[in-house]
């Protein structure tokens, strides 16, 4: 839970000019959350009028000149993101050349947001479709528990795959205490197997998911995909994985992964190891490590889009994924064009991209679930 000393830490990162864009959306967010009173925020109403008051004041809102709402709103949430990213010289092309969110050109229709969607197949061949009320799945030898306790059945799950469509996210915890967020258009396969005698919890993936692996050093816990072996005893990372993309990336937070390549005979020869802001990328070429901010790699989990100088091929490859529609281009060289900038993933879709088409470099139509690009 967020503690009021780490929200003093964002209001006094701001005053002193030291916010991030990241520590921006986290203090937006944190603002949405009790507009929308969220439970989960559990802070004195005294503390938020306070710290309400103070940024009413850094951002020349004279109390009693702005009605409530418009602060905890759009206007606050516009004028935060831009003067911090002022204060931090990285207002990039895809934040808005003018204040408010506006219609695409002509635009009629419109995309919802993805959510909770994801089917539960287990060992015996049963299908159950997961409720899109709840927000994931506890998985043990004896019972199936939606993660807010309530019952689903009391069927053994050793093995199982769970799956989501595209449009949809799903949480599991798995039999070992370990939990995977899976993002849209994936599956995870959980196989406990013995081999020799040490046992291995084995994950197989095809998407992309996001892990804490529980601490065993008795029991490697192993993640395979299409392209490599990751092994870790007890850590926090992310793999993207899908197969339209060109490159399998492993994103490390915390702790440390190994992770192997695989070619046409097997596992390469080539291993690598990671450290906390690293990230392995798999592609024709064979195996890299890059320094990132791993954070970025989770911006899905944490309701996001974030793109730093990244190519609109590839963002229009997660949209397409979380919106569940098609993507067309009328000139496929701007698939190469850059972008840089971070927006809710829980907005409808012309939101998204009219942010894109503020920079004026490129346009969107939406028809249906079918999104053509244009120059």
Not at 167 to 178: A, E, H, I, K, N
Not at 211 to 216: L, M, Q, W
Not at 292 to 315: H, M, P
Request: charged fraction near 25%; aromatic fraction near 10%.
């Amino acid at each position: 839970m967020t503690t009021k000393e780490d929200f003093q830490t964002l209001i006094d990162n701001y005053q002193n000019g030291n916010c991030t864009q990241r520590e921006a959306q986290q203090l937006e967010n944190w603002y949405n959350e009790k507009a929308n009173n969220n439970p989960d925020r559990e802070f004195p109403e005294n503390f938020w009028q306070e710290k309400e008051e103070g940024l009413q004041q850094i951002l020349g809102f004279e109390p009693g000149k702005e009605g409530k709402g418009s602060v905890i709103n759009w206007p606050l949430n516009i004028l935060l993101i831009a003067a911090t990213l002022a204060i931090v010289g990285t207002f990039s092309t895809m934040f808005f050349k003018r204040i408010g969110v506006v219609p695409i050109t002509q635009q009629m229709n419109d995309v919802d947001p993805g959510g909770n969607k994801a089917t539960l197949t287990l060992q015996n061949g049963k299908r159950i479709q997961l409720s899109d009320a709840k927000t994931g799945i506890v998985v043990d030898a004896s019972k199936l528990t939606y993660n807010d306790g309530t019952l689903i059945n009391n069927e053994q799950a050793q093995s199982f795959t769970i799956s989501t469509p595209r449009g949809g996210t799903y949480q599991v915890r798995l039999p070992d205490g370990s939990t995977a967020w899976l993002n849209a258009a994936s599956s995870l396969t959980y196989n406990p197997s013995l081999k020799g005698e040490e046992q291995y919890r084995n994950v197989k993936l095809s998407g992309e998911a996001y892990f804490e692996v529980a601490k065993d050093k008795k029991h490697p816990f192993v993640v395979t995909t299409d392209k490599q072996r990751i092994e870790v005893l007890g850590t926090h990372f992310n793999v993207s994985a899908y197969n339209d993309e060109l490159s399998v990336k492993t994103t490390l937070l915390e702790g440390s992964v190994k992770v192997a390549p695989f070619t046409t005979t097997g596992s390469d020869t080539k291993e690598v190891i990671l450290k906390p802001n690293q990230e392995s990328e798999i592609t024709s070429s064979g195996i890299s490590v890059h320094k990132v901010y791993a954070d970025d790699a989770i911006d899905w989990k944490n309701g996001e889009f974030s793109f730093t100088r990244e190519r609109l091929g590839s963002i229009m490859r997660k949209i397409a994924r979380w919106y569940d529609v098609d993507i067309i281009y009328t000139d496929k060289q701007i698939v190469n064009r850059t972008f840089s900038g971070f927006v809710s993933k829980y907005k409808k879709a012309s939101q998204v991209l009219c942010l894109l088409e503020q920079t004026g470099d490129v346009k969107f139509k939406i028809e249906g679930r079918r999104i053509t690009v244009m120059r």
